[in-house]
């Protein structure tokens, strides 16, 4: 089989975290002189005395680890890693690492990134927008005709509806798939000294459009960002392979009819252009919905980033945690259908538009088109310059340095260099 191969590496541009679906107690960890010290429970029990560990069981059966913990203090050799941390918190996301407690980034996370980027151009193509369009009415359809069994249908629709529309767009015949072609290794783990704990909070709009911010905060070990956007020796050490199969797209007229696809094979060989073109896109709302904020160190932030000169060999792209619904889906592709998505699957609070003058939720007015009527003050014929609608999605989840917004999470630079044609 013959491949083209290249080498990446990652340049990590914001706190990114990628998990392990799991969460670090109060317990399980000791904070001291701003260094977090993850317990190793094993090699602890190991260096107390035998009669201490039963007796601690006897006096203390629930508050075993508690107990342990109290043994522990910084200078002892039972942790599997000590990292930079700056707060108390009371849990915190891990993030993913080897057995060796040094953190990498799956190759599936990078992946399912560009498999979005290429979904969407794909998505701009008539006959593809046409195809997932009429699959969604279908299933809109089917939800409105059976509402007795709506819950189940929604259930089952929910879980197929997204893989439905990508199977129909990148899958070939015979279950030939045009994302086989493109083969993205894990990459090499790290020093556990490249993470740290960052304090992150949820921006969210309320009724009028300003901002509030969630009373909790949440604690994830993320890889440490370089500095200013600077591609420092710190992020240099990241790195993978990337294969794509040039069997499966080989471009001959028997291949294109025993495959069955045929446009998925340049836009998957332009990856690295139309990763840069969405990404790009993205940055352009996240300006603009900062600014409409008045989240100014945020929008800076992006417009530093949309600045940056990357080589004809670099793509930005963002992977990990926090990183929102538009960077995980093509909903928003779907504009006339995206509301009924929502209804029909509970994305988010439903759309709202409310009356400037009284924060009432208005309502379409029977008496004149396009115009409002609000359940509060009983006013008629509301004009649409009178009212507000909360956009979708409304909430943002911020890494905050200082006690002030600082980055997003989960932005890279990956660049790509080719190793030969063909293996």
Partial sequence: MKYTSFNYTVHVVSPTHIGIGEKLKDIEYLISSEKLYVIDIVNLLNTLPQASVLSSIKEKPLHFYETLKENCNPHGNYYKYIITCKYNPQEILPHIKSIYYEPYITGSSIKGAIRTSLLKELLLLHDQRTLSTEKLKKIFKKLSNQPGERKKLISQASSDIGGDIERSIF??????????????????????????????????????????????KLYIETLKPSDDFHKTDKNENIHGTIKIDNYLLE?????????????????????????????????????????????????????????????????????????????????????????????????????????????????????????????KCRIDRITREETIVIPFPKTRRIVFVDDKPAYPPGWVIISVERINREM
């Fill in 171 to 216: 899958n070939g015949k015979y279950g030939y798939n045009a994302m086989r072609a493109l083969q993205i290794s894990d990459t090499n783990s790290i020093n556990y000294n490249s993470l740290n704990i960052s304090e992150i909070r949820v921006l969210s709009l309320n009724m009028r459009n300003s901002v509030d911010w969630k009373k909790f």
């Fill in 251 to 375: 471009d001959s007229p028997a291949q294109r009819e025993r495959l069955g696809y045929t446009e998925e094979k340049n836009i998957i060989k332009n990856f690295i252009q139309l990763c840069n073109k969405y990404s790009l896109e993205r940055i352009n709302r996240e300006i603009n919905f900062f600014i409409d904020c008045d989240i100014r160190e945020i929008a800076d932030w992006y417009k530093k980033l949309k600045n940056l000169n990357l080589k004809e060999n670099e793509f930005l792209i963002q992977i990990g945690w926090g990183t929102g619904y538009e960077c995980k889906t093509v909903a928003p592709s779907f504009t006339q259908e995206l509301e009924n998505i929502r209804r029909y699957f509970g994305i988010g609070k439903k759309k709202v538009r409310i009356h400037i003058s009284c924060d009432g939720e208005v309502l379409p007015s029977f008496n004149k088109k396009d115009s409002y009527f609000c359940t």
